[in-house]
């Protein structure tokens, strides 16, 4: 059986379950306190991730895949949640960048700070201003391409939505108003209505 090297808190974590929900694939989850550092220790490091966070996907030949968005790339291989056409799975692989890039460090992080208790430094005060004003900017890229898209990648569910949706249905824990994206709003709950899902 696969494991999953795990916390709950972590929306990360979170893409990867609800796609092995979906696809009804039996695992075992493995939880680490990252608060109290479980996943900084040597051990870890050493035999998990060097990197030194969750999720990562243990196989059963004993393989260990980090980076949440390579994981789900790797469970939807050859499923409907991964187009099979180059040009869909590079449309695929575009929205997972974005996600990573644009959307998670400025939508998750300030959820992370407030639901983690982290101290609220004036650099991080600071730092707050413009990642809620760059949250706001990848959501109202989502809104733009939902105006007219039912779904991220060729007009279907896919795992590039699976990664956009992990953070933006919480993105109100992280102080973002969801009001003025009515098309994000949707598509949010198209996405819990996809057959298979776990909150």
Do not use: C
């Not at 992370?112 to 600071?126: K, L, N, V, Y």
């Not at 007219?148 to 109100?172: C, K, M, Q, S, W």
């Amino acid at each position: 059986m696969i494991r999953l090297h795990d916390n709950l808190s972590s929306g990360n974590g979170y893409k990867v379950r609800l796609l092995l929900a979906q696809l009804g694939v039996a695992y075992e989850r493995i939880e680490y306190d990252i608060d109290r550092g479980e996943t900084r220790t040597p051990e870890f490091l050493r035999g998990i991730n060097a990197n030194g966070r969750v999720p990562v996907l243990e196989t059963e030949g004993g393989e260990f895949l980090p980076e949440s968005n390579a994981i789900i790339f790797f469970l939807a291989e050859g499923t409907s949640y991964l187009p099979d056409d180059p040009m869909g799975r590079a449309r695929v692989l575009s929205w997972l960048f974005f996600e990573q890039y644009s959307h998670e460090p400025n939508v998750a992080t300030p959820r992370f700070w407030a639901t983690h208790g982290i101290e609220m430094t004036e650099e991080r005060r600071i730092s707050l201003r413009q990642k809620r004003e760059l949250g706001r900017a990848a959501l109202g890229v989502m809104e733009g391409h939902l105006a007219e898209n039912d779904f991220f990648v060729g007009g279907r569910y896919t795992i590039a939505d699976v990664a956009l949706y992990a953070y933006t249905h919480v993105a109100p824990e992280g102080g973002f108003d969801l009001e003025p994206y009515p098309f994000v709003r949707a598509w949010i709950r198209r996405v819990a209505s996809q057959p298979g899902y776990v909150p």
